[in-house]
């Protein structure tokens, strides 16, 4: 018989009351709300929840179980949003005019704040999260400073990005790309060199984490602002 | 309750590792009807439907279906069909939950390229349901696992219950309940038929039937 500590085995009741306490949140915030959207993104949260109570188990079946929860979670989320797109454009072919009425907002409730901090912040703290991603490299780095471009893009309400700047944040991604695979090559060919190549695989992933961020941004806010 | 008294005398099991499969004449039955159905699915030729709200103007009106969408759902039929014939004769309790999962993304599935808004709506409605519903089932499952250690339903069935596992039970019967479908949750999963294309929609209704009556069985043999 294995020896399993006591602190683990009484771990599990207070993760299962977590996770059913979650869930019951999650469907409660569901019961509330009246935005499709919203309801949605509340759904995957008692997904996770699910999650939450098959892990608590522990063991390495336990383990062999998530995955399968998790893909199975996964595939009702893309296939209920796909119900979702189908029948807005079902909507949309009824009557072409429906689209125009209101533009969407980000923000579940509609507000609007008019102060000068909400134009020049974001600039100032999208510097420094890119210098600190710089200063970090690697992935963490890559996701900070991919934050603040992504910060940056969603801030400026300027609409139509030139093409040449989409097409400019592509190239960066796959020239640091190439400089990560180079700098992997190098790891493996010449050892010797072990401090060149990482720092290629570093900078590659920063620059490649955070160009892939900041175009997600950058496509997100030309999907949302789109009329 | 032992699985022979259930389903009949034992033809025999199928030993994978942890897992056993058992075979009796009820399990088996349920299985071949399964596959049966999905063979004729398989073979069937998409037929029009006359729209029945239109009647009372005297022209009767069909509804076409295009040859690609008529494709794509006999594909997720056959599919779906397959599924729960697996889910009649898992001898396991997790891939039970999994094949109903399964079961559940495939009938949103078959209805996801129509025409009709309003099913377009039940369905979407009957997805979050069965999305919501995951956490009692695989929860339940994953709580009866915790308290005996096993998922095998051979020896389940020959453990006494202990609260936990009738804990785990009640959930479970609550996810079955949601990802099939039946009361309270049916309103969205019955106007999910209100649409065209015959032989592939009935397989949404024939296969909650059929894992509602294999749920049934396993949650004797767990409790009892």
Same mark, same amino acid.
Request: glycine fraction near 10%; hydrophobic fraction near 55%; charged fraction near 15%.
């Given at each position: 018989?294995?020896?399993?500590?006591?602190?683990?085995?009484?771990?599990?009741?207070?993760?299962?009351?977590?996770?059913?306490?979650?869930?019951?949140?999650?469907?409660?915030?569901?019961?509330?709300?009246?935005?499709?959207?919203?309801?949605?993104?509340?759904?995957?949260?008692?997904?996770?929840?699910?999650?939450?109570?098959?892990?608590?188990?522990?063991?390495?079946?336990?383990?062999?179980?998530?995955?399968?929860?998790?893909?199975?979670?996964?595939?009702?989320?893309?296939?209920?949003?796909?119900?979702?797109?189908?029948?807005?454009?079902? !909507?949309?072919?009824?009557?072409?005019?429906?689209?125009?009425?209101?533009?969407?907002?980000?923000?579940?409730?509609?507000?609007?704040?008019?102060?000068?901090?909400?134009?020049?912040?974001?600039?100032?703290?999208?510097?420094?999260?890119?210098?600190?991603?710089?200063?970090?490299?690697?992935?963490?780095?890559?996701?900070?400073?991919?934050?603040?471009?992504?910060?940056?893009?969603?801030?400026? !309400?300027?609409?139509?990005?030139?093409?040449?700047?989409?097409?400019?944040?592509?190239?960066?991604?796959?020239?640091?790309?190439?400089?990560?695979?180079?700098?992997?090559?190098?790891?493996?060919?010449?050892?010797?060199?072990?401090?060149?190549?990482?720092?290629?695989?570093?900078?590659?992933?920063?620059? !490649?984490?955070?160009?892939?961020?900041?175009?997600?941004?950058?496509?997100?806010?030309?999907?949302?602002? !789109?009329? | 309750?032992?699985?022979?008294?259930?389903?009949?005398? /034992?033809?025999?099991?199928?030993?994978?590792?942890?897992?056993?499969?058992?075979?009796?004449?009820?399990?088996?039955?349920?299985?071949?009807?399964?596959?049966?159905?999905?063979? /004729?699915?398989?073979?069937?030729?998409?037929?029009?439907?006359?729209?029945?709200?239109?009647?009372?103007?005297?022209?009767?009106?069909?509804?076409?279906?295009?040859?690609?969408?008529?494709?794509?759902?006999?594909? /997720?039929?056959?599919?779906?069909?397959?599924?729960?014939?697996?889910?009649?004769?898992?001898?396991?309790?997790?891939?039970?939950?999994?094949?109903?999962?399964?079961?559940?993304? /495939?009938?949103?599935?078959?209805?996801?390229?129509?025409?009709?808004?309003?099913?377009?709506?039940?369905?979407?409605?009957?997805?979050?349901?069965? $999305?919501?519903?995951?956490?009692?089932? *695989?929860?339940?499952?994953?709580?009866?696992?915790?308290?005996?250690?096993?998922?095998?339903?051979?020896?389940?069935?020959?453990?006494?219950?202990?609260?936990?596992?009738?804990?785990?039970?009640?959930?479970?019967?609550?996810?079955?309940?949601?990802?099939?479908?039946?009361?309270?949750?049916?309103?969205?999963?019955?106007? $999910? *038929?209100?649409?065209?294309?015959?032989?592939?929609?009935?397989?949404?209704?024939?296969?909650?039937?059929?894992?509602?009556?294999?749920?049934?069985?396993?949650?004797?043999?767990?409790?009892?």
């Amino acid at each position: 018989m294995l020896y399993v500590p006591q602190e683990f085995i009484s771990m599990y009741l207070p993760a299962i009351y977590a996770g059913l306490i979650i869930g019951f949140i999650g469907t409660m915030a569901i019961a509330m709300k009246r935005e499709e959207i919203h309801i949605l993104i509340l759904t995957d949260i008692v997904g996770l929840a699910m999650i939450f109570v098959v892990s608590a188990v522990g063991t390495d079946l336990a383990e062999a179980l998530i995955l399968p929860g998790l893909v199975v979670e996964l595939a009702e989320t893309l296939a209920i949003s796909e119900i979702l797109i189908t029948r807005e454009m079902r !909507k949309i072919e009824q009557d072409p005019r429906a689209n125009l009425k209101r533009s969407s907002s980000l923000f579940p409730q509609a507000f609007s704040l008019d102060m000068e901090i909400m134009t020049t912040a974001p600039n100032f703290i999208a510097l420094i999260l890119i210098a600190y991603g710089i200063f970090l490299t690697g992935f963490t780095g890559g996701a900070v400073a991919g934050g603040g471009i992504v910060l940056y893009a969603l801030s400026k !309400k300027a609409r139509g990005l030139p093409v040449l700047v989409l097409d400019g944040i592509a190239g960066v991604s796959g020239i640091a790309w190439c400089l990560w695979i180079i700098g992997f090559l190098l790891f493996f060919v010449t050892p010797q060199y072990w401090l060149l190549s990482l720092f290629l695989a570093a900078c590659g992933l920063l620059l !490649k984490v955070a160009s892939k961020v900041g175009l997600i941004g950058l496509l997100m806010r030309e999907d949302i602002d !789109k009329e | 309750m032992d699985f022979v008294t259930l389903g009949g005398d /034992l033809l025999g099991t199928i030993p994978l590792g942890d897992i056993v499969l058992y075979i009796n004449p009820f399990n088996l039955f349920l299985f071949a009807v399964l596959l049966g159905f999905t063979f /004729l699915i398989a073979i069937s030729k998409p037929e029009t439907q006359v729209e029945a709200s239109k009647f009372n103007t005297l022209g009767v009106a069909e509804v076409k279906v295009d040859e690609k969408e008529f494709r794509q759902r006999r594909f /997720l039929s056959i599919i779906c069909g397959i599924a729960s014939a697996g889910a009649m004769i898992t001898g396991d309790l997790f891939n039970f939950t999994l094949f109903m999962a399964l079961v559940g993304i /495939l009938n949103i599935g078959i209805v996801s390229a129509v025409k009709q808004t309003s099913v377009l709506n039940s369905a979407f409605n009957y997805g979050l349901i069965a $999305m919501m519903c995951s956490l009692p089932l *695989f929860g339940g499952a994953a709580i009866i696992l915790a308290s005996t250690g096993t998922l095998s339903l051979a020896v389940l069935s020959q453990m006494p219950a202990s609260p936990m596992v009738v804990f785990g039970a009640i959930l479970m019967l609550i996810g079955i309940l949601g990802e099939s479908g039946v009361a309270p949750f049916f309103a969205s999963k019955a106007e $999910m *038929f209100r649409t065209p294309g015959s032989p592939f929609i009935v397989i949404i209704h024939l296969s909650s039937l059929f894992i509602i009556v294999r749920a049934v069985e396993i949650l004797l043999l767990v409790l009892w």
